[in-house]
């Protein structure tokens, strides 16, 4: 009697109140309930909801934190990588140099482009990286090795190399009496 | 001679258009080079009538900004500049229309070339 006065509750609920609450079947197999209720007050229907708060799975923790997810620093080798990978994907860098490009080619010299394929390639290092190079560094860029140089500064990329692991205690703890 | 020496210095001088010496003009044209480089896939889908490819497009950049290569003149350069600069503000702001845009485009133009080569001659009748 009692199930059947709350199933017709239901659906006139559903249909007159706009904040009506669809039950979740989203964790029906599992031990979390979203448990819907109804009360009738003063002739107006009004639909409470509980859910049992459960804590998140290691699994749903790792699809939030995906969300927040930063890309590995760039390494020296990295960064050398990507310059070159960008030098070599230009048109005119393909035909002109039929031999392989080097940290050492010179745009101009050897490969024979002439500054508006300078600024090209500039301009396809700028969308690479992610950020404007200025008209006064234009004349630093004429070797793949002087970009490297410009990206280590610009960018703050750590080039020492990391601490040995040694016996010795933190110096840092070494205050001096 | 004598009257070179005995003008003013100030009327030697000539007031500059834009830019004092060749460094900084060569400045500005790799600067408006740039702009150009950095619109040309929206000019692509502005002007899609005219069935550019992006390589395209930067074979014609480059093919205008070489034209004038040889000028020395700053002052001549300066207003090819600008001419170039108010260019750039039509076709960005599609004030042109496909006809206007491929103006720009000599493989496009329409009238008769003249003959150079012996065959291309003769067909012609001219020998």
Known sequence: MFSIISRRCLNITLRYCPFAYQVSTKHAHTLSKKVVTNTICNSKLQIFSYNQNRSLTLDEWAEIGKKFETPDALTPQKLIERVMRVVNDFDKVKEAAKTEVTETTHFMNDLGLDSLDHVEIIVALEDEFGFEIADVDYDKLYTPRAIVEYMIQKLHINTSPPPLPSSDSDPRHNIPH | ?127
């Open chain 2, 1 to 127: 001679m004598a009257l070179s020496n005995r003008i003013a210095p100030i009327l030697k001088e000539i007031r500059p258009v834009l830019s004092v010496n060749h460094a900084e003009a060569k400045r500005r044209v790799l600067n408006l080079y740039k702009i150009w480089l950095r619109q040309i896939p929206y000019i692509r889908v502005d002007y899609i009538s005219n069935n550019w490819t992006e390589p395209e497009l930067r074979k014609i950049l480059k093919d205008n900004f070489l034209q004038n290569k040889n000028v020395t003149d700053i002052r001549v350069i300066d207003r090819l500049l600008v001419k170039g600069q108010m260019d750039f503000v039509e076709t960005a702001e599609i004030w042109r229309q496909a006809h206007n845009a491929a103006l720009f485009d000599r493989s496009m133009d329409t009238y008769k070339i003249k003959p150079k080569h012996f065959l291309e001659r003769f067909y012609e009748g001219h020998h």
